[in-house]
């Protein structure tokens, strides 16, 4: 097996392409996970118990079975029951919905992280319940769920990849059809690992960063 | 019960508190005025900062009835009966009442300014301008003017229990509940505290509940005191009665012990 340079660099235009679907489906699948898994955390936190045990199966049952199963459920399966949706809409629908299943429990760790005079505080200044979430509980729950949620964001990233499995022209999808026309994977797929690690390594960096930057906040703080 | 609106402003009728098994008060009926600055003491357990929590609606009960200006506050007339109050109920009752906690409870993200101005907007719905020039007077009558950009964390525990005074102020409650307000503090900074309370005292005919440690200034501030124990009212009178001629033994012997611990309580 040798590697061939001219190949390669002939093939980067067509995986760049790949890349944008592949960036286009995070920054969606991120989204929708930002947005869902807070109404996963809000229902789990119910004060009604049976909206509390659906949100807490519901969950459970996304966490506990794998995302390539749902994202063919999503893709195949739904069109039987009368749901047709495009490849890319199904393949971020389940991503999305995958990782908002984690992101809940994220959400869960940083509102348990307010302390409880702060809701005390907020109660006895008659604080209304949707100022209380966005003004008094999120500004202080979000900046320490930044750096698992950014891990979940990295993880997803990666995850991207299945999305050739259903027809998505991602990045892998693209190396996957280079190599089915020309029987050359070697470097469709290498090229797709290293762009995969190029954007990963510096974004687990700023993570590791901000993690650091918020601990120093917290000392600070106390 | 017949409740007379000026003397019984604030009531309690036969109220109970139990935490499951434990319960913290039995049977408690009070009454206090419109106006009076009222000192709550008593060992620790006794129940004391339990009924400010309750005037907060922070602790609900299990028991009995708690009036405030002859409308319940737990709960809702509805004909003739009385039944649990909801949400929308204690929301309306909560106006009325503030409440400077032990530990601050500032809001972190906030400024010193944004800690007393953001409450009444978010709550009352105040414009944004009028809630921040009435921070900012407030912030002077704390002595705090200079602070009005700095976050809580930059601030000492004397300076954050001022401005904690200022945000409950801000709302404009009739009644102010202080729990143990510099309990947390460092012994050089209860004075600056102390200081804002005595002008609150002067300046406005608030009414002043006080959970305190501080006998000497519960002495010299409040015109009743209740000494509890158990969940119970032992005993209440004027300060002079209860700190110079107390008549129940357990009211004796707690002020033994706070005097043999070197405080002052004259």
Redesign the interface.
């Known amino acids: 097996m040798n590697w061939d340079w001219s190949y390669a660099f002939s093939l980067i235009p067509r995986i760049l392409e790949g890349l944008t679907i592949t960036l286009q489906a995070t920054v969606l699948a991120t989204v929708m996970a930002a947005f869902v898994g807070l109404v996963f955390a809000l229902g789990k936190r119910s004060q009604n118990r049976v909206v509390r045990w659906a949100f807490y199966w519901v969950v459970e049952f996304i966490r506990r079975t794998p995302v390539l199963v749902q994202m063919y459920f999503v893709f195949f399966v739904l069109p039987r029951l009368g749901v047709t949706l495009p490849a890319l809409v199904s393949g971020v629908l389940a991503l999305g919905l995958h990782t908002s299943a984690y992101m809940s429990e994220v959400y869960r760790a940083g509102i348990e992280s307010v302390?409880k005079?702060?809701w005390?505080?907020a109660?006895?200044?008659?604080?209304?319940p949707l100022?209380l979430w966005i003004?008094?509980v999120l500004?202080?729950a979000l900046p320490p769920m930044i750096p698992a949620a950014g891990n979940y964001v990295m993880m997803l990233f990666k995850e991207t990849a299945l999305l050739s499995t259903i027809t998505v022209l991602d990045m892998m999808g693209t190396a996957r059809v280079i190599g089915n026309e020309t029987y050359r994977y070697f470097e469709p797929i290498t090229l797709v690992g290293l762009i995969y690690l190029v954007i990963s390594l510096p974004a687990a960096m700023s993570i590791r960063f901000m993690e650091e930057k918020i601990s120093r906040n917290k000392k600070?703080?106390? | 019960m017949v409740l007379d609106t000026k003397r019984d402003f604030i009531v309690f009728d036969r109220v109970e508190k139990r935490f499951g098994e434990l319960v913290v008060l039995k049977d408690l009926s009070l009454s206090i005025a419109k106006g009076e600055k009222v000192s709550l003491i008593g060992p620790s357990g006794s129940g004391k900062t339990t009924i400010l929590r309750i005037l907060?609606?922070?602790e609900s009960i299990q028991g009995g009835h708690v009036y405030i200006d002859g409308e319940p506050l737990w709960h809702m007339r509805q004909n003739d009966d009385l039944v649990p109050a909801n949400e929308a109920h204690l929301?309306k009752m909560?106006?009325q009442?503030?409440?400077v906690?032990q530990?601050?409870?500032?809001?972190?993200?906030m400024t010193a300014l944004e800690n007393i101005s953001?409450?009444p907007q978010?709550?009352?719905g105040v414009d944004k301008a009028s809630s921040e020039k009435r921070a900012r007077e407030l912030l002077d009558m704390v002595g705090l003017s200079d602070k009005e950009a700095s976050y809580p964390?930059q601030l000492s525990g004397g300076q954050k229990q001022r401005i904690a005074i200022a945000?409950?102020l801000a709302?404009e409650p009739k009644i102010l509940l202080f729990d143990e307000v510099t309990s947390a503090l460092d012994p050089e900074l209860v004075e600056d505290v102390l200081n804002v309370l005595r002008d609150i005292g002067r300046s406005t005919d608030t009414t002043m509940l006080l959970v305190t440690h501080e006998m000497s200034f519960a002495h010299e501030f409040s015109n009743r005191v209740f000494f509890f124990d158990e969940g119970r009212v032992i005993e209440e009178g004027p300060p002079d009665n209860i700190f110079t001629t107390p008549k129940e033994e357990r009211t004796q012997a707690f002020l033994k012990k706070i005097i043999a611990a070197g405080m002052r309580i004259d």
């Open positions: 302390p005079g702060q005390e505080a109660r006895a200044l008659n604080i209304p100022r003004d008094i500004p202080q600070m703080l106390r | 907060m609606t922070l929301r909560r106006k009442i503030g409440m906690f530990h601050f409870n500032l809001f972190p993200h953001k409450p978010l709550s009352l964390s945000r409950a709302m």
